[in-house]
């Protein structure tokens, strides 16, 4: 059988589901695809998403670290950029930024992992 990579789906540290989601699915837009405890009480396992941006937000200590970086490219940076700033979002007014590399977003989530959200130059 041939190597077939399908897709890549960051897991993020958070230590709060009602604050990730507040960020990530109020403020960004995302939704809710499930979520998984290994019982009543213990840590979440969330799964979001929008479009085709996925991610595993996960309370569990030891599955990622607190801080990392994910680069995101996407098509309609100025649009996102936009929508973010007409939503009521006190913690977070992101800036526009344009390099070498095209243009982009930088979110700072609340348990300080980024999400790099780019347009790449033509």
């Not at 897991?11 to 695809?33: P, Q, S």
């Not at 009480?41 to 085709?52: E, I, L």
Request: aromatic residues 10%; hydrophobic residues 35%.
């Amino acid at each position: 059988m041939t190597v077939s990579f399908r897709r890549t789906v960051p897991v993020l540290r958070v230590f709060d589901k009602t604050k990730a989601h507040e960020f990530y699915v109020n403020y960004l837009g995302c939704a809710v695809d499930w979520e998984h405890r290994f019982a009543a009480g213990m840590p979440a396992y969330t799964q979001v998403s929008r479009g085709a941006l996925v991610l595993h937000l996960s309370e569990h200590h030891g599955d990622g670290t607190p801080g990392s970086a994910v680069y995101i490219e996407l098509d309609g940076v100025r649009e996102l950029h936009t929508e973010l700033l007409g939503k009521n979002y006190p913690y977070l007014k992101p800036g526009l930024e344009e390099d070498e590399i095209g243009l982009s977003v930088t979110l700072l989530d609340p348990f300080g992992n980024q999400l790099r959200l780019s347009q790449p130059a033509d």
